[in-house]
């Protein structure tokens, strides 16, 4: 059974930043597209970034240039550094994987952006 783990959240003043982790397990990891979605009350889950296997990304434009997506594959854990983090930033970040049809998601970690 796939299993994600989110870390690394929590409470950041605006112009900071965070490093978000997750580790996968149940999965030829190396093998899929990995993702970190975000959300917030009342609002459906957005794609925040998205790693292939072959190192390709892509960004929301909303982070484009603050945010970087990258992977480990000989420990099968995804990445996400948050940069100059703005309050509507704040949200529950997700790790996400879509694998033999079916996706997969952590139990999100919480980031909050304020002074």
């Known amino acids: 059974q796939v299993r994600l783990v989110e870390s690394g959240g929590g409470l950041v003043q605006p112009g900071g930043s965070l490093r978000l982790s997750c580790l996968a397990s149940?999965?030829?990891?190396?093998?899929?597209?990995m993702d970190w979605y975000r959300q917030t009350p009342g609002n459906q889950r957005e794609l925040v970034a998205r790693?292939?296997?072959?190192?390709?990304?892509n960004y929301a434009d909303s982070v484009k240039g603050r945010f970087t997506i990258s992977r480990d594959n000989v420990r099968n854990a995804l990445f996400l550094q948050m940069s100059s983090l703005k309050p509507e930033d704040t949200a529950v970040y997700y790790c996400?994987?879509?694998?033999?049809?079916?996706?997969?998601w952590g139990q999100g970690t919480r980031v909050t952006v304020s002074s």
């Open positions: 996400h994987t879509k694998y033999r049809e079916r996706d997969f």
């Open positions: 149940g999965m030829n990891f190396k093998l899929f597209p």
């Open positions: 790693m292939i296997s072959s190192g390709t990304t």
